[in-house]
Nanobody, 122 residues
Framework: VQLQASGGGLVQAGGSLRVSCAAS????????MGWFRQAPGKERDFVAA????????YYADSVKGRFTISRDNAANAVYLQMISLRPEDTAVYYC????????????????WGKGTQVTVSS
């Protein structure tokens, strides 16, 4: 299984960015997908998840209303659209896959991708 994240970069506060994750080696449409992030010196935290069936979405309180997770099963890809970015959103963002969205939300991840750096300048 490979999860390849991309799309990170440097953006000013208030700006927008979309990160993507391309998946291979798994039955993508049958996996819940998610995003986590890890800031320097901090633990890796849950950001968002999307279910595999009805694509129900879940968000950490810190990103609700600013981040949107979506998936394209035909492309085996999951996306995280981020708007109104803040300096505290600066982190390495990781893509994750699990059998259920509940597993992702409780950090029981089956597969991790390599991260992509997002830096928000003030």
């Amino acid at each position: 299984v490979q999860l390849q994240a991309s799309g990170g970069g440097l953006v000013q506060a208030g700006g927008s960015l979309r990160v993507s994750c391309a998946a291979s080696g798994l039955s993508f449409s049958r996996y819940a997908m998610g995003w986590f992030r890890q800031a320097p010196g901090k633990e890796r935290d849950f950001v968002a998840a999307i279910a595999w069936g009805d694509s129900t979405t879940y968000y950490a309180d810190s990103v609700k209303g600013r981040f949107t997770i979506s998936r394209d099963n035909a492309a085996n890809a999951v996306y995280l659209q981020m708007i109104s970015l803040r300096p505290e959103d600066t982190a390495v963002y990781y893509c994750a896959a699990s059998r259920t969205s509940a597993a992702i939300r409780t950090n029981r991840v089956d597969y991790w991708g390599k991260g992509t750096q997002v830096t928000v300048s003030s």
